[in-house]
Every structure is written in C-alpha cells, then in structure tokens.
C-alpha cells in the first residue's frame, strides 16, 4: 500500500498534484493559512468597493465611480478564491479521511491476521 495521495484540482480541470500522506497536514495548513489571508484581503476590499467620495463636487464624485467598480471586481475575484481554496481545503480533508480510514482498516486486518490460531 503506497504512501501516496494524488490530488486533482477540485473544479475537476484537470491539474492537481502528488505528495506523501504524512505531508498532508502541512499542505493542508498551507492551503488554511491563504485562505485567512483572502478573508482579510476581502475585508479590505470591502473599504475599496464602497469609498465615499471624500467632497461633493465633481472631481470626487468621478473618482468615487472609478474607485467603486475596482473594488467590487476585486471583492467577487476574492470571493470565486476563497470559494476555490474552501473545497480544496475540504478535498484535501477528504483525502486525509480515507487515509486515516485505510490504514486504521489495514492495521485492523493485521492484528486479526495475529490472533489467529495456527
């Protein structure tokens, strides 16, 4: 039995990678640790997207209506990552399940396989 997991991209793109299941972990905090980066990133753009115009005279209000498309473009990109990073996040832990479970299940069938009588 390999100590191996293969991942694919999980919108099913083709892509993905292999790395060891002792390593899962630390791919796994990786992959957590940008996930909470694209919530403050999000929280930012959320100042981006909906700036006031700092006066009332045309100058600002022009520049408010450049900035606050800017900044929602940015906030759904954000949000479409955050979602991405999620279900990888969410496959990777499915990942880590099956094999906890096949090796628990392995160890299982060898200690029955020691207690039989010879």
Same mark, same amino acid.
């Given at each position: 039995?390999?100590?191996?997991?293969?991942?694919?991209?999980?919108?099913?793109?083709?892509?993905?990678?292999?790395?060891?299941?002792?390593?899962?972990?630390?791919?796994?905090?990786?992959?957590?640790?940008?996930?909470? !980066?694209?919530?403050?990133? =999000?929280? #930012? $753009?959320?100042?981006? %997207?909906?700036? &006031?115009?700092?006066? /009332? +005279?045309?100058?600002?209000?022009?520049?408010?209506?450049?900035?606050?498309?800017?900044?929602?473009?940015?906030?759904?990109?954000?949000?479409?990552?955050? !979602?991405?990073?999620?279900? =990888?996040? #969410? $496959?990777?832990?499915? %990942?880590?399940? &099956?094999?906890?479970? /096949? +090796?628990?299940?392995?160890?299982?069938?060898?200690?029955?396989?020691?207690?039989?009588?010879?």
């Amino acid at each position: 039995m390999g100590n191996e997991v293969n991942m694919s991209a999980p919108a099913g793109g083709g892509g993905g990678f292999t790395f060891d299941a002792d390593k899962i972990d630390g791919v796994i905090k990786k992959w957590q640790d940008l996930q909470a !980066d694209l919530k403050r990133d =999000y929280d #930012d $753009a959320n100042l981006m %997207a909906n700036v &006031k115009a700092p006066g /009332k +005279e045309f100058a600002s209000g022009d520049w408010e209506k450049l900035a606050n498309p800017s900044g929602k473009a940015f906030l759904e990109q954000n949000q479409k990552m955050q !979602d991405y990073v999620k279900n =990888y996040i #969410d $496959a990777l832990t499915a %990942a880590k399940q &099956k094999i906890t479970t /096949k +090796e628990s299940d392995a160890s299982a069938d060898l200690s029955k396989t020691g207690n039989q009588p010879t």
